[in-house]
């Protein structure tokens, strides 16, 4: 499948960011920087950089939060809900900022994102400029009467399933939430949306990993992220019981049978660290010490804000 990414040139080396999966890759010879249309197999069998080796004066990819309300109430969630939410205007203001950056992949996500009207007008603002390449991460259950709005405003959308059965999504997700996320990725697929599936891995959902890459292929989605249980907001109450190691991880992850066109990741907590985020408040931070804190947490008035450093960042 041919599919936009993003490029940029540091020094003598040539990254290329995925919006679907988050990954980054190396070509084998330069490209021109911005975006820039590639086959998505090629791509993944680029070598992965490590971040560290490149002295980056700003990440390549960020998170943006920028709303805090949600329709689901899920027991692992990572979001602080007492802070507060920029206005609509506020909002612009920031997308602009992530869009003079320098930043190649923003992700946009909450609480809920599809809760946001002006939602394709902030991705549109971010990639204006040619340079960035822009996911949203759903819950999927406004997605289906959404996504046609969408479609030509996002790179690739994100769709969290703790579950390929019913049963188990709807257990972390709350009662129909299975249903309407399925509903919308088939919904967002039929609109040429590029899908990408999001489960966070768990000690209670892992026996359900090989199952959601089948189900995967059967709807049509593009691949696989396997998050690892951040201790971070709920999520901290969970980590006794559900956290696994990242090694334990890979060894729940490295087994699976992978089907054609479809793109698995793992993302550890290891990879998380040095991870920029900006907040509904247009405050911005970074993970750190493994994914299990936060660092250089500052105001966003200008692009230069969010140009944290990332040394150590392996995202």
Known sequence: MIRTFAAATFGSTTVVHDPAVGSNHLPPQPLPAGCVALDDQQVAAWPQPDLADLALEYPLSMCWSPIVRCNLD???????????ESTAAERRVLAGHIAASGVLGVDISGGEPLLLRDLPD???????????VV??????????????????????IRVSLDGATEATHDRWRGEDSHRRALTGIRAAVDEGLFVQLQMVLMQSNMHEAQKLLDLAARLGA???TFLQVLPIGSGAALAAEQMLTDGQAQEAVAPLTVPDGVRVRLRTRRSAGGFTVLRADGYAWRNARGATGISAFVPVTGPADLRLPASGSTS
Do not use: Y
Request: glycine share 12%; with cysteine; net charge positive.
């Open 74 to 84: 899920c027991p692992h969630c990572l979001d602080d809900k007492s802070v507060g």
């Open 222 to 224: 593009g691949g696989v």
């Open 122 to 132: 902030l991705a549109r603002a971010i990639r204006r400029q040619g340079t960035s």
């Open 135 to 156: 996911s949203c991460t759903t819950n999927g259950w406004h997605l289906a009467r959404r996504a046609g709005e969408l479609a030509d405003a996002l790179d690739a």
